[in-house]
């Protein structure tokens, strides 16, 4: 059985908690968080971790470490789609819906993303409105910009 841990992170953008299952990230909640499991950094995490500090410095435009994220089908199409976007660049809603074979379904997108559970891994940020308006993020518009900010600066 494996065993599900969480641990508390300091990163540019305050503390940043992550969960495992032992053998892939679970979870990247904003601000030190109590999640399912016990409290305890692991070589995942720590890995994790350092990744993203690289992600933050520049110096890392894709993570390596395992993910896995539990949703529903179309929450797991859009997440897929939404890791599909590379490094600096965006995508609306409506180019997610379509991508992840459900064209016209972009508000639905946007719910599935908000439930992303691993944010900047699976870089919803990079989602934005039609317009080209940055719209929603459940980190918060101002880390939303952030991201957006440090890709567009590193690209």
Avoid at 35 to 64: H, I, S, V, W
């Amino acid at each position: 059985m494996l065993r599900q841990t969480y641990f508390a992170y300091n990163t540019p953008l305050g503390q940043l908690t992550l969960s495992s299952n032992g053998e892939a990230i679970t979870g990247l909640a904003f601000g030190a968080v109590e999640l399912d499991g016990d409290e305890a950094p692991t070589l995942l995490t720590n890995r994790a971790a350092n990744e993203l500090q690289e992600y933050f410095a520049g110096k890392r435009q894709a993570f390596t470490v395992p993910l896995s994220v539990s949703g529903s089908v179309f929450q797991e199409s859009v997440w897929h789609a939404i890791a599909r976007i590379p490094y600096g660049q965006t995508r609306s809603y409506s180019d997610i819906a379509a991508s992840a074979g459900s064209p016209g379904a972009y508000r639905a997108c946007g719910m599935a993303a908000n439930a992303n559970p691993i944010p900047i891994f699976i870089p919803c940020h990079r989602v934005i409105g039609a317009n080209g308006k940055l719209v929603g993020y459940a980190g918060g518009m101002d880390i939303k910009e952030f991201l957006l900010n440090l890709e567009r600066d590193y690209a």
